[in-house]
């Protein structure tokens, strides 16, 4: 019990130190809550699961891929609704995916189902490790092991008939980037000429290095359009992850601390939420902004432009895009 309570007071105090904003013992606080981040599972596939509607768990094989998707697919061709693939962030997952988390209460799974039209396949990887745990390792070792996942995606798109004619989102979530930045880097390019696997890909709140982020995003060859919803300057999950890697997060700015614009990836479109007042959980809660529920849908389900939603007029860069409650 006195073990526990620590670990409560502790939490405490380093979240009240966090929104000391500008002050030094909050960056020292913040980067000492993440050391723990050097921990590691070691990950493998026995990390690793797919879980679908309702509570359903898979194992991360050739067979439980084709399993999941055969069942989330099937669902999908049958209420003529959309596919999404969806990579958690950092929590207690499945848990919180679940609403059996109780710092967050809500079902994500059934909310991204109900509000988007869609069913749901989740990819789970180790996302905690505990209250003072960041596991960037976990999420980079997950990441090579995306190729079991997409190529059986190839498969259940050839051979799933109606299943696999689906539109199929892949939809990546805050430390979920991570995974996704992290296979990137030995990606080989489309060497057979495949066409597009996911008609969309957002990344969402994208806790990842902002320096750079450009030139791994440009070598995603395997969707049809990119966007990118972020905050600028408002986020404030990742203003504590800025504090602790010390370096700028692509879902909070897109300069860096010498107002140094970033090059924008020339494949991608960029989405700031930043007169939405929203915070980082930007696609699930129970209430939304009507006009970005509505970017969520047509990105998802194809059937509109996602840059003619009502609200969204252009930023002061090409291809940034400002999101605003419609007049």
């Keep these: 019990m006195r073990a526990c309570w620590l670990v409560t007071m502790l939490g405490m105090i380093l979240v009240?130190?966090?929104?000391?904003?500008?002050?030094?013992?909050s960056g020292w606080a913040i980067r000492k809550w993440g050391e723990p981040q050097y921990q590691s599972y070691q990950i493998d596939a026995r990390n690793l699961a797919v879980f679908t509607h309702p509570r359903q768990?898979?194992?991360?094989?050739?067979?439980?891929?084709?399993?999941?998707?055969?069942?989330?697919?099937?669902?999908?061709?049958?209420?003529?609704?959309?596919?999404?693939?969806?990579?958690?962030g950092r929590g207690k997952?499945?848990?919180?995916?679940?609403?059996?988390?109780?710092?967050?209460?809500?079902?994500?799974?059934?909310q991204m189902r109900t509000r988007y039209s869609a069913e749901v396949l989740m990819v789970h990887w180790p996302s905690w490790l505990d209250v003072m745990g960041y596991p960037s390792l976990n999420a980079r070792e997950a990441g090579p092991h995306l190729q079991?996942?997409?190529?059986?995606?190839?498969?259940f798109r050839d051979t799933g008939g109606a299943a696999g004619t689906r539109p199929l989102t892949l939809f990546v979530h805050s430390m979920g980037n991570q995974l996704l930045s992290s296979y990137m880097e030995d990606y080989p390019g489309n060497a057979h000429g495949r066409q597009p696997l996911f008609e969309t890909l957002?990344?969402?709140?994208?806790?990842?290095?902002l320096e750079d982020h450009g030139q791994w995003v440009e070598r995603i060859d395997f969707v049809g359009r990119i966007f990118i919803l972020l905050n600028t300057d408002k986020d404030r999950l990742l203003q504590l992850s800025s504090y602790l890697w010390q370096k700028p997060r692509l879902g909070r700015q897109l300069h860096h601390a010498d107002h140094r614009p970033e090059p924008l990836a020339k494949n991608a479109d960029y989405v700031d939420l930043v007169h939405l007042g929203v915070n980082h959980d930007y696609f699930y809660g129970e209430t939304l902004p009507p006009s970005l529920v509505e970017f969520y849908r047509r990105a998802i389900s194809t059937s509109a432009d996602p840059l003619g939603t009502p609200g969204l007029s252009a930023g002061d860069r090409d291809r940034l895009h400002l999101l605003r409650a419609p007049n």
């Design 93 to 110: 997952h499945p848990e919180k995916a679940f609403g059996d988390d109780p710092e967050t209460g809500l079902d994500i799974l059934v």
């Design 57 to 88: 768990r898979f194992d991360y094989t050739a067979q439980g891929i084709d399993a999941a998707l055969s069942l989330a697919g099937d669902r999908a061709a049958s209420t003529d609704r959309p596919l999404i693939v969806f990579i958690h």
């Design 16 to 25: 009240g130190l966090f929104f000391l904003e500008g002050c030094g013992l």
């Design 148 to 155: 079991l996942l997409f190529e059986r995606l190839y498969h």
């Design 202 to 209: 957002i990344l969402n709140a994208p806790d990842v290095d």
